[in-house]
């Protein structure tokens, strides 16, 4: 992609090569009035409005490509005349209710109706019964639907669910006059939107998708809203925080919108959540978990002075990683200071895997981010259960796929249907748990410069290879000639005679021949199918861009440390950009300030998980000694997996005890916690900025202007490039995952009133309908570490025979079932 | 987005501002001082010369308040008043929320809510008098002609806050069978003449 330079309306506009029009100008400033289109996903061209002439000829400019020298025209007489038209469209038989539109005056129809200046109709057609549809977390009005496709659009390029499609509306045909009467454009866009309106493609009337809510959000009008916000708010009272969301490792740009609770309640509430989905795409616990703050607490001045005196006797503090940078950096000063241990698992499991990845890669993190997998032609996820670990990467996955024509490789033990359904283009690999090495290896194999990469692994991996004949049945064209008789009237006589003609044609004949093919085991092994290689190598055809997404399955697998030393060398000796998954919100923060112990001591605090004295943000109903405000009450940075620090907001007050009341109790002083921020530890890549100074909103290009980016600090790499052979161990028979459904991920999203996803041991329908267990059944669940009873709950959005053991509950306690890796050999007991 | 808002973490100083008033006297001699200058400049006589000169002409104008009251004007804007259809006797109220937008001194508050036919519903509206200032903006910008001023201006009360709400202002229901409500004929009333200026939608139908 080269710089060009184009002009329009007279300006002089840089934009690259094959950019569309819209957003070389949306990026340099200049209007161009558009609907249907959203940035990162495909044109619709439902709307027409964009028209603009280029070199003299009327283009979309959502679709119609930058060329070097190209002469835009974004307003003539003639597409004046079309955009009025097409909003006359828009507007017959659209009802008068803007009093009670949800959409309460953001209306895309309405800017643009008062922009084209439509102060008249001259447009009529027949309404038809549009009556509204409750479609469970949300409710479509198909009244004020303006069939911009906008919502199939996201939901199919950027979520990735395919829900929504466009059905028969039913109603009379336009009258014939105005094809000759209308511009063309508004014409032929009303002949569309009289035939559809939007539907669900299951058929039914209730939605079965993962539930983002994005297809409201980008909704430009009041047609499709958040069942849960209907009627609650008008949209100029609240008040927008900007903020990060706290729920997974994405770091998504979120606004809280406040207001007062009610008349009789002045405490501010959280009415929705929203982003700038032009640029961001949330899942469904950002979108609808946003009640999960402490609520009730207050100064408990006894609690308190317990707490100092536990923090003075206490040995460990153990935590979770859905705390702040300053968090952890207070943390971690404590540790210096009193010489506390700080233990975090899944934390530590992440710094260890990056410091064995640095030990080959020569830095101390992973190169790529999830922006980049975006416009990536072939990526390949390893070790993530992408849907529920990160829903902003598989965003990106299907994003690639279906966008930028982009080609997939899922490598993962629980078949997952969602995954499957995101293009034809993606091939999914379920291997045995504990085969993570040998899929890192195949990669290598495939992918790897193989003259670059040390010898002894190449021949490690050449012993994978065997040559196998195989009898192949192939179709062969043939050109047979054969003599046909044929009447013919002779020209001259006028009779008709017999006459030989030769004829040819293209015979197709089966034939079975004998080839030497080469036999990869690595795909054996890991239970790829017969025609694997065959797929793949269609799929690579102009491939350029690759991808690799690894996931929270690697760092606590058995084998970590070669799991990292591989994926460090598929990253330097392949075309392979790398982006690792962190397993929780704030894991590579936390992973990268905190010094971490492995064992617990004899008397321990406990931040947001068990402990001796507990400290929690989760509020009433949860063991806790001293409430702490949830993120959503903060203010601080978080660390996403996009390498970058993050500033959240406090969307809410808080009228407890925090953390950094305890340390200056302690006697580490600072008026706010965020005083930490310019703190942070500049030799691991943070920078010295103040947090007043964190930007966190998007620019109209779409570049990002949130917080900074982590400096990738460079380390000395040993030189040491071996790795072990993988063993070809693996867990058979009952398995057990550790993972959340779709829309939870910590016992903060299980809080939330909106996310009613219910606790218990997730099946797979497939597996319900193996096996005698149903729905709502109790069963036992027993592995070498121990064994928990609860309810079956059966979950459509994952597949096969592994059953899933959430973490958002707490009082399930599931990770005690696990030593450390995801996965692990289970039984399972009726009662 | 502009951050400034957030990044001041200074809650007491939002706007107040001391004025410059001349200190009050605090010793002894200083009171003395003020009580001889304000008894000996005369003022006080003036008044007292007007009372007596009217008490002898016994030309009394006063109206016996509150036995007697003067007539209100339609357009006088005193306490809100909500209205309901001739139609169907139900509110008019559609709950868009404006009259709150729009209100200046910030008096005005609603809750809806989603009812159980799906209309919006206000579940609860109120005004507090205490800082309402009757500028009428709240029944100009009403789009169904709902909110109104009527004639009640006795609105003393004990305390600053004073509320009224949705219930208290609606045009009660007998009232409204004996098709005794009356129109508000002030700022946001429908103008006469104002079906010729409307044009109209055509329809296929």
Not at chain 1, 66 to 87: H, L, P, V, Y
Not at chain 1, 651 to 672: F, P, Q, V
Not at chain 2, 92 to 110: A, F
Request: charged fraction near 25%.
């Amino acid at each position: 992609m080269s710089k060009i330079t184009i002009n329009i309306d007279g300006k002089e506009v840089q934009t690259q090569e094959g950019e569309f029009l819209l957003n070389a100008a949306r990026a340099n400033d200049i209007f161009i009035p558009a609907i249907c289109y959203l940035t990162r996903c495909s044109p619709t061209l439902a709307c027409r409005i964009c028209l603009v002439e280029a070199d003299g000829k009327q283009v979309y400019a959502c679709n119609a490509k930058a060329k070097d020298g190209m002469n835009i025209t974004t307003s003539t007489q003639t597409i004046e005349k079309e955009r009025r038209a097409i909003m006359e469209v828009y507007d017959v038989n659209h009802p008068l209710q803007c009093g009670v539109c949800d959409q309460s005056g953001e209306c895309e129809l309405q800017n643009y109706t008062l922009e084209m200046g439509v102060d008249i109709q001259h447009y009529t057609v027949k309404d038809v019964d549009r009556s509204s549809h409750d479609w469970g977390h949300l409710h479509y009005d198909p009244g004020l639907c303006i069939v911009c496709e906008r919502c199939v659009t996201a939901c199919k390029d950027m979520i990735g669910d395919n829900s929504l499609k466009t059905i028969a509306r039913g109603s009379d045909p336009l009258n014939a006059d105005y094809k000759a009467e209308m511009p063309k454009d508004a014409y032929a866009m009303w002949n569309k939107l009289n035939k559809s309106v939007i539907g669900l493609t299951n058929g039914t009337d209730v939605l079965d998708c993962t539930s983002c809510g994005e297809c409201a959000a980008v909704c430009p009008v009041g047609a499709l809203v958040d069942t849960q916000f209907m009627y609650k708010s008008n949209a100029w009272e609240l008040k927008q925080i900007p903020a990060t969301c706290g729920h997974c490792s994405a770091g998504c740009q979120i606004s809280y919108d406040v207001k007062h609770a009610s008349i009789d309640n002045p405490k501010d509430k959280i009415y929705r959540v929203m982003n700038e989905w032009n640029y961001v795409s949330l899942c469904g616990a950002g979108r609808y978990g946003f009640d999960y703050q402490n609520a009730d607490a207050v100064k408990d001045e006894v609690a308190f002075a317990k707490a100092i005196e536990a923090f003075k006797k206490a040995d460990t503090i153990s935590f979770t990683s859905t705390i702040t940078n300053e968090e952890a950096y207070l943390l971690q000063k404590m540790k210096e200071k009193f010489g506390v241990k700080l233990v975090n698992n899944e934390a530590k499991a992440l710094q260890t895997f990056l410091h064995n990845y640095s030990e080959i890669s020569g830095k101390k993190l992973y190169g790529s981010d999830l922006e980049a997998v975006h416009t990536t032609n072939f990526i390949v996820s390893v070790g993530s259960a992408l849907k529920t670990d990160n829903p902003n990467a598989r965003y990106a996955l299907n994003n690639s796929l279906t966008v930028s024509k982009g080609a997939g490789l899922y490598f993962h033990p629980v078949k997952d249907p969602i995954i499957e359904g995101i293009a034809k283009s993606i091939m999914t690999v379920t291997h045995a748990p504990l085969q993570e090495e040998a899929a890192l290896y195949l990669v290598l194999d495939l992918f790897a410069d193989k003259s670059k990469l040390p010898s002894d692994i190449v021949e490690y991996l050449a012993s994978f290879h065997s040559e196998k004949t195989i009898t192949v049945e192939e179709v062969v064209k043939e050109k047979v000639v054969e003599l046909v008789k044929e009447m013919k009237v002779n020209e001259e006589t006028g009779e008709e005679e017999e006459i030989e003609v030769e004829k040819s044609k293209m015979v197709s004949k089966k034939v079975s021949k004998e080839v030497v093919v080469d036999d990869n085991r690595l795909l054996e092994i890991l239970g790829a199918d017969d025609k694997f290689m065959e797929t793949l190598e269609k799929n690579l055809k102009k491939k350029e861009t690759f991808a690799l997404m690894v996931g929270p399955d690697l760092y606590t697998h058995p084998n970590a440390k070669n799991l990292a030393r591989l994926v460090a060398l598929i990253e330097k000796y392949s075309k392979f950009e790398l982006v690792m998954i962190p397993a929780l919100t704030n894991s590579l923060g936390v992973s990268l300030i905190c010094e971490l112990d492995d064992e617990k001591g004899s008397y321990s605090i406990g931040y947001n998980t068990s402990g001796d004295f507990v400290l929690s943000g989760l509020g009433e109903g949860s063991e806790c000694d001293l409430d702490m405000p949830a993120i959503n009450q903060q203010e601080g940075t978080l660390t996403s997996v996009n390498k970058r620090v993050n500033p959240t907001n406090a969307a809410i007050g808080y009228g407890g005890y925090e953390l950094n009341d305890i340390a200056n109790a302690l006697g580490l002083t600072a008026e706010h916690v965020i005083e930490y921020t310019q703190k942070l530890p500049t030799e691991v890549g943070f920078q010295s900025e103040k947090f007043d100074n964190l930007p966190n909103h998007y620019e109209n290009d779409g570049t990002e202007v949130r917080g900074y980016v982590l400096e990738n600090v460079a380390v000395t790499p040993t030189g040491d490039e071996s790795v072990e052979k993988f063993s070809e161990d693996k867990l058979e028979g009952c398995i057990i995952y550790l993972a959340n459904p779709v829309r939870q991920f910590t016992d903060f999203t299980y809080k939330t009133t909106n996310l009613d996803e219910v606790s218990g041991i997730y099946m797979s329908e497939e597996y319900l309908s193996k096996t005698d267990y149903n729905e709502g059944d109790t069963v036992t669940v027993t592995s070498a570490k121990g064994s928990l009873t609860a309810k079956v709950v059966s979950d459509n959005k994952i597949a096969g025979e592994i059953i899933v053991l959430p973490t958002f509950d707490k009082k399930l306690n599931s990770e005690a079932l696990f030593d450390g890796y995801r996965f692990s050999a289970a039984s399972i007991q009726k009662g | 987005m502009k951050m400034e808002q957030f990044n001041d973490r200074n809650v007491a100083d939002n706007g107040y501002f001391l004025v410059d008033i001349e200190d009050y006297p605090t010793d002894g001699w200083g009171k003395f001082k003020r009580v001889v200058k304000r008894s000996f400049r005369g003022e006080l006589f003036v008044g007292l010369w007007v009372v007596l000169r009217e008490m002898i002409k016994f030309d009394i104008h006063t109206v016996q308040y509150p036995e007697e009251k003067l007539p209100i004007g339609p357009r006088y804007r005193a306490v809100h008043e909500m209205k309901r259809l001739w139609e169907s006797d139900t509110e008019r109220c559609i709950g868009c929320g404006l009259c709150e937008k729009i209100c200046i001194s910030d008096c005005i508050r609603m809750d809806t809510k989603i009812d159980e036919n799906s209309r919006k519903e206000v579940s609860e509206y109120t005004i507090n008098l205490g800082r309402c200032i009757f500028c009428g903006y709240c029944a100009e910008v009403c789009p169904e002609l709902a909110i109104t001023h009527g004639g009640e201006y006795e609105n003393a009360s004990q305390q600053r806050e004073h509320f009224v709400d949705y219930e208290y202002m609606l045009t009660p229901i007998d009232k409204m069978k004996a098709g005794t409500q009356m129109e508000f004929e002030g700022f946001g009333a429908i103008t006469p003449h104002e079906d010729e200026r409307v044009k109209k939608t055509p329809l296929a139908y």
